[in-house]
């Protein structure tokens, strides 16, 4: 009898919100019908391993898209975000595109912000017909599949790719640093980390150095002494190490407090607040990253920008910030260019950015989707990056 | 390869196996009495960092911190078990289990909603000195600390249950549940004080920790809690010394992969390898009997 009960306030339970969630998405899908906004549809890390990147890169595009709708919005239309997580994981990321393609009927994606998430979407975005923008996405292969050597048609980026960054870093290792011999130390789960340390190697070798040791960890780890032990018996001139800021900072601290004193170098996946926290700003002395922008550039489009996110954000923008605006805007530009929303034309006005304006520099997309644009190095001073060069492609 | 680097080596896997043993205790402990793999042990784990970094912030020693967290954890541990498990006192153990499952992903979700999901760094409340021993080997005073700790824990713990009344009563309810209530043993409270005990070793876990890796976030307790749970059964589930064994013998085993070169991605293989061969050949693990004396 009490199962009964249960039973028919379960069923009568479920029912109701069967029918409220079906009330729900027919008002949404009425909605996009009528076609008065744009829907950006936002794939991104809002939690997990590295949630504060798709954070800074949510409130880079939202900045955009408050900036956008209040100048009137694009060809007579409003922009409107929809965000979705996908958790840094993967699996979750391929879920997420084709939510928000199939359920919220958006119109274009941006992100997801790191690699192995974006290369999860490219296969939804490509067979869905819908445009997809990854603002700092960095891996080669996520817009031209060397494999089949088949470009990725509706996939596009707002940053530079990682063989520019792992050469940068390479060069300057070579030329400002005069190292001679490098360890590289390589997230082995991330597709961002090992295509870094395959264009520092051959960069840094083609160049008459040396690369004495290449080993690997993963996401997540916690100790690292095993390795840099027996790091520190190499005695490398300097360590490469391309990961993300939660394993990193934790490898330069307890690198330091082993004694290795060399030089250690990355590429963006540095760049969050948390590296000095968890590393400590002493550590991070002598430590040298590739970056998109640098906070201190003095460019009157830099300033202003970092004008606008200090007074809605009150804090300093990172370089995802700075690309899901950018991004966000390189869309927008698009959008307008092709006069509708038709999800073909506005592919076809991505591949055609030229001379696009962004906060971190000009951006030209060469055949391959890929912007053309400059990278700064930077180095850590008591925790705080510091401006050093800026390379030219 | 020199002897330095060798001894090096030893040290840093003994400091990563102490932590290991560390969470196997609690693990082992609520395994030894009332036969469930508590999966929920990890999470409790990271209530007990947090606690830590609240308390650090706050401006406690790691003293005080670590009693505060032993404290928090041991309260919410009988809350768990008081209200997840209790009510499932006589179902099937697969249905224990799996609302342990449930419980570790309530944790982990409340935390990321309260908490954040993003690491933070934890603040550095014991000044780390570096202690030259020879050559060139290097062990610093947050190693030593966690493994004297670690060692008075388990010490503690088997006078607990081996040496005091309630001691007498847990191996009585590990014994055979039934009759210990029929001899007048409060079952519940028993159990109650198993996950007070149990939880309080998995703050005090986090805490140290955290001090040692010094970053938290509500998704930290996951690996260690797997490799604490592979140490305990490593070790023979059920029985305290066996924990510190296997997890020891876990941290050694792992750093020992990756000191060799080129092997550093080999690690979590090899250490796992050890186990399924251990397993085959005593499946009971190291201290394990094939008549149990449980715990």
Redesign the interface.
């Known amino acids: 009898m009490m199962m009964g009960k249960k039973f028919i306030a379960v069923t009568a339970a479920l029912t109701l919100t069967t029918v409220g969630l079906a009330g729900c998405s027919k008002s949404t899908s009425s909605e996009g019908g009528s076609g008065d906004t744009i829907k950006v549809g936002t794939n991104l890390e809002l939690t997990g391993a590295v949630a504060a990147f798709g954070q800074s890169q949510l409130n880079g595009i939202n900045l955009a898209v408050e900036e956008i709708n209040k100048a009137g919005g694009i060809n007579g239309k409003k922009l409107e975000v929809i965000s979705a997580d996908n958790a840094s994981k993967k699996e979750e990321s391929t879920r997420t595109a084709t939510k928000l393609i199939t359920q919220d009927k958006v119109d274009v994606l941006l992100g997801a912000a790191i690699s192995g998430d974006t290369f999860a979407a490219v296969e939804v975005a490509n067979n869905k017909k819908v445009p997809m923008l990854t603002p700092s996405a960095t891996n080669d292969s996520i817009t031209f599949d060397a494999k089949k050597s088949k470009l990725n048609e509706y996939v596009f980026r707002a940053c530079f790719i990682d063989s520019f960054q792992g050469k940068v870093m390479a060069d300057f290792s070579a030329k400002n640093l005069k190292a001679k011999n490098a360890v590289v130390y390589i997230d082995n789960s991330s597709d961002y980390s090992k295509g870094l340390a395959k264009s520092f190697t051959s960069t840094f070798t083609a160049g008459g150095g040396k690369v004495v040791a290449e080993e690997s960890y993963q996401t997540k780890d916690t100790d690292f002494k095993a390795v840099l032990t027996r790091i520190k018996t190499l005695n490398p001139e300097v360590i490469f190490v391309p990961g993300y800021y939660e394993e990193v900072g934790k490898i330069i601290k307890q690198a330091r407090e082993m004694g290795i004193k060399v030089p250690m170098m990355g590429g963006d996946g540095w760049d969050a607040p948390e590296l000095a926290q968890i590393a400590g700003a002493e550590n991070l002395n002598n430590t040298f990253i590739s970056n998109h922008y640098s906070s201190e550039d003095k460019d009157p489009k830099v300033v202003k920008f970092i004008d606008n996110f200090k007074s809605k954000y009150n804090s300093v923008p990172d370089a995802m910030a700075v690309l899901g605006y950018d991004g966000m805007y390189m869309m927008a530009d698009a959008i307008k260019r092709a006069g509708s929303t038709d999800k073909e034309k506005i592919k076809d006005a991505l591949a055609n950015t030229k001379d696009f304006e962004g906060v971190t520099g000009k951006i030209a997309l060469d055949k391959n989707h890929d912007p053309v644009k400059a990278a700064v190095v930077l180095e850590y001073k008591d925790g705080k990056q510091t401006f050093n060069t800026k390379v030219q492609p | 390869m020199t002897f330095d ?1 060798i001894v ?2 030893l040290i ?2 003994i ?2 196996g102490s932590i290991y043993a560390l969470i196997a205790l609690g693990y082992t402990m609520v395994y030894g009495i009332i036969k469930l793999i508590n999966f929920a042990h990890g999470d409790v784990f990271f209530v007990g960092a947090y606690t830590g970094y609240f308390a650090a912030k706050a401006g406690l020693g790691l003293i005080l911190s670590l009693v505060l967290a032993m404290v928090v954890c041991g309260v919410l541990g009988v809350i768990i078990e008081r209200l997840a498990y209790k009510p499932l006192r006589n179902a099937a153990r697969i249905v224990i289990l799996i609302t342990a499952i449930g419980v570790s992903f309530l944790l982990e979700n409340l935390g ?1 909603t309260f908490l ?6 934890f603040p ?1 409340i014991v000044k ?1 000195t ?1 202690f030259t021993l020879f050559g060139g080997v ?1 062990i ?1 005073s947050i190693q030593i600390i966690v493994l004297v700790v670690t060692v008075i824990l388990m010490a503690v713990l088997q006078y607990i249950v081996h040496r005091t009344k309630i001691g007498k009563a847990m191996r009585a309810v590990s014994y055979d549940m039934e009759a210990a209530r029929l001899m007048g043993i409060n079952v519940d409270s028993t159990i109650s004080a198993t996950f007070a005990i149990g939880s309080a070793l998995a703050g005090a876990a986090g805490v140290v ?1 955290a001090v040692m ?3 938290v ?1 509500p ?1 930290m307790g ?3 809690g797997l490799k604490a749970f592979i140490a305990a059964v490593l070790g023979g589930i059920g029985i305290i010394p066996g924990a510190l064994v296997g997890g020891l013998l876990l941290g050694v085993v ?3 992969v ?2 060799i ?1 080129g092997m ?2 080999w690690r979590d293989g090899v250490a796992f390898g050890i186990l399924i061969l251990i397993l085959i050949f005593k499946p009971t693990g190291l201290f394990g009997k094939n008549v149990r004396e449980k715990v």
Not at chain 2, 116 to 121: E, I, L, N
Request: aromatic share 8%.
């Open positions: 680097y090096q080596q840093n896997g400091s990563i990321i954040g999901p993003q690491a933070q760094g550095e780390k570096d290097v610093d920790f890796y010094p970053s976030d998704l996951i690996i260690p792992e750093t020992g990756q000191s070169p550093s991605l």
